[in-house]
């Protein structure tokens, strides 16, 4: 019996002791310093006062804007639609307008960059498509600009588009423990390439930067002590580059371009630049783009005082799409111009049907093939220079032509297309 009472003694001993050794009294914390609300100082930001330039008044639109920027948005993308306030003011302020590639969106991501000529893609988290990645590799082709946005502070997947387009974003971040902004993962980089990219850039602050391989050349190099993340090794790394084609660049930070942090050193006057890139286009165009081809007002020519519904109805289709169209009786060479016509009228047109392999005579010679006959058939051809697009419509019957007509608003004329500038379409 006595042995049962010892256990519990020896638990209470054992206990006491314990607290003896490991608790010493209460815990008093020291007291607060008492620290007067001015005398808190923040982390200081030094903002530089750049004035962007060129600037316009209001957002441009339709016809009105000198191009169109579109932004992925279909890829749960891993930024704020506020965090694009100062390069889309920026973008706009040189006459651009801009969408949003999402699920709303009317058509595929091809169907959109067609209405194009630039295209943005900031951290996508889900992966493209090859449809879509083949998509972007095409309007590269033409000319368009395309500028991927990585950052390694945040999630995101981008090597599946970028490296197509010779550019491989590092599973890294670059750091400094010798010099930095606030903390050593915000560098400061002072070495550049001569580019537009890098004009009257002589210092610019990344907050969360990675480094990027690149077919094309690196534009802004790190010196110093800063190193990457996977490599650890002191050398020059390059957060900013171009891809294999000269339109396509690559930026390794994304936070350098939100305010505040747009507002320091250089940063500003990268962001402007960056901006001039976007929007500064040499884009061609392919007749499946229709219209996105005409830049400003377009003359219809019509010969045939029988055909004036028919350019009415024209009008009314380009109007739909933003494009402003006036019919008239002669042409402008300086205007951008739409024939529209029977095939036993062509010959004021024959020119620029020449020019694409097109004759037409008691048959209708195309670039793949010759005696055609021109029963129930209609030709649409794009005449395309630098200064001035010149579209062609014609037919061998008014019926025809509506035809015609009914086809390049709902598409279907892409189905007829024997090249990137010609399609021969059977009309009966």
Same mark, same amino acid.
């Given at each position: 019996?006595?042995?049962? %009472?010892?256990?519990?003694?020896?638990?209470?001993?054992?206990?006491?002791?314990?607290?003896?050794?490991?608790?010493? $009294?209460?815990?008093?914390?020291?007291?607060?310093?008492?620290?007067?609300?001015?005398?808190?100082?923040?982390?200081?930001?030094?903002?530089?006062?750049?004035?962007?330039?060129?600037?316009?008044?209001?957002?441009?639109?339709?016809?009105?804007?000198?191009?169109?920027?579109?932004?992925?948005?279909?890829?749960?993308?891993?930024?704020?639609?506020?965090?694009?306030?100062?390069?889309?003011?920026?973008?706009?302020?040189?006459?651009?307008?801009?969408?949003?590639?999402?699920?709303?969106?009317?058509?595929?991501?091809?169907?959109?960059?067609?209405?194009?000529?630039?295209?943005?893609?900031?951290?996508?988290?889900? !992966?493209?498509?090859?449809?879509?990645?083949?998509?972007?590799?095409?309007?590269?082709?033409?000319?368009?600009?395309?500028?991927?946005?990585?950052?390694?502070?945040?999630?995101?997947?981008?090597?599946?588009?970028?490296?197509?387009?010779?550019?491989?974003?590092?599973?890294?971040? %670059?750091?400094?423990? *010798?010099?930095?902004?606030?903390?050593?993962?915000?560098?400061? @980089?002072? =070495?550049?390439?001569?580019?537009?990219?890098?004009? $009257?850039?002589?210092?610019?602050?990344?907050?969360?930067?990675?480094?990027?391989?690149?077919?094309?050349?690196?534009?802004?190099?790190?010196?110093?002590?800063?190193?990457?993340?996977?490599?650890?090794?002191? =050398?020059?790394?390059?957060?900013?580059?171009?891809?294999?084609?000269?339109?396509?660049?690559?930026?390794?930070? !994304?936070?350098? #371009?939100?305010?505040?942090?747009?507002?320091?050193?250089?940063?500003?006057? #990268?962001?402007?630049?960056?901006?001039?890139?976007?929007?500064?286009? *040499?884009?061609?165009?392919?007749?499946?783009?229709?219209?996105?081809?005409?830049?400003?007002? &377009?003359?219809?020519?019509?010969?045939?005082?029988?055909?004036?519904?028919?350019?009415?109805?024209?009008?009314?289709?380009?109007? +739909?799409?933003? &494009?402003?169209?006036?019919?008239?009786?002669?042409?402008?060479? +300086?205007? /951008?111009?739409?024939?529209?016509?029977?095939?036993?009228?062509?010959?004021?047109?024959?020119?620029? %049907?020449?020019?694409?392999?097109?004759?037409?005579? *008691?048959?209708?010679?195309?670039?793949?093939?010759?005696?055609?006959?021109?029963?129930?058939?209609?030709?649409?051809?794009?005449?395309?220079?630098? *200064?001035?697009?010149?579209?062609?419509?014609?037919?061998?019957?008014?019926?025809?032509?509506?035809?015609?007509?009914?086809?390049?608003?709902? +598409?279907?004329?892409?189905?007829?297309? @024997?090249? /990137?500038?010609? +399609?021969?379409?059977?009309?009966?």
């Amino acid at each position: 019996m006595w042995k049962l %009472l010892v256990l519990p003694v020896f638990l209470v001993a054992f206990l006491l002791a314990a607290f003896l050794v490991f608790y010493r $009294g209460t815990y008093s914390p020291p007291p607060l310093p008492d620290i007067a609300f001015q005398e808190i100082e923040s982390v200081p930001v030094t903002s530089i006062n750049f004035p962007d330039q060129p600037v316009i008044t209001s957002s441009p639109v339709g016809s009105e804007a000198r191009g169109h920027l579109l932004i992925d948005a279909a890829h749960r993308n891993n930024f704020g639609h506020s965090e694009l306030n100062v390069l889309l003011s920026r973008v706009s302020g040189r006459g651009y307008s801009s969408s949003f590639y999402d699920a709303d969106s009317r058509g595929s991501l091809a169907d959109e960059l067609s209405q194009a000529d630039a295209f943005l893609v900031i951290l996508p988290v889900a !992966w493209f498509s090859p449809d879509e990645i083949a998509a972007v590799l095409e309007f590269v082709e033409d000319g368009g600009k395309v500028l991927l946005i990585g950052d390694p502070g945040r999630f995101f997947h981008m090597n599946d588009l970028s490296e197509p387009l010779g550019v491989f974003f590092q599973p890294d971040f %670059l750091y400094n423990l *010798d010099e930095y902004d606030s903390n050593f993962r915000e560098i400061f @980089v002072r =070495e550049f390439e001569a580019d537009p990219i890098t004009t $009257g850039v002589s210092e610019v602050a990344f907050y969360y930067a990675g480094s990027l391989q690149s077919a094309g050349p690196g534009l802004a190099y790190t010196g110093g002590q800063t190193i990457s993340s996977i490599s650890e090794v002191n =050398e020059p790394y390059s957060p900013i580059a171009i891809g294999a084609h000269r339109n396509v660049l690559a930026v390794y930070d !994304w936070t350098f #371009m939100i305010p505040p942090y747009s507002g320091v050193k250089d940063n500003a006057r #990268m962001v402007s630049n960056i901006a001039d890139f976007l929007t500064e286009s *040499d884009r061609t165009y392919r007749l499946t783009q229709f219209p996105r081809f005409f830049q400003g007002e &377009v003359d219809i020519l019509v010969e045939d005082p029988g055909l004036v519904t028919k350019a009415a109805s024209l009008k009314r289709l380009l109007s +739909g799409e933003g &494009v402003t169209a006036q019919l008239q009786g002669s042409e402008n060479v +300086g205007r /951008d111009t739409v024939y529209l016509g029977l095939f036993s009228e062509h010959s004021s047109a024959a020119r620029y %049907l020449e020019a694409n392999g097109i004759l037409i005579s *008691d048959t209708l010679t195309t670039p793949f093939a010759s005696g055609i006959p021109l029963e129930d058939m209609a030709v649409i051809s794009l005449n395309s220079s630098r *200064d001035r697009d010149v579209l062609v419509i014609m037919a061998d019957t008014a019926e025809g032509l509506e035809t015609a007509l009914s086809r390049l608003q709902s +598409g279907s004329f892409r189905a007829g297309l @024997v090249n /990137d500038n010609t +399609g021969v379409l059977e009309t009966k």
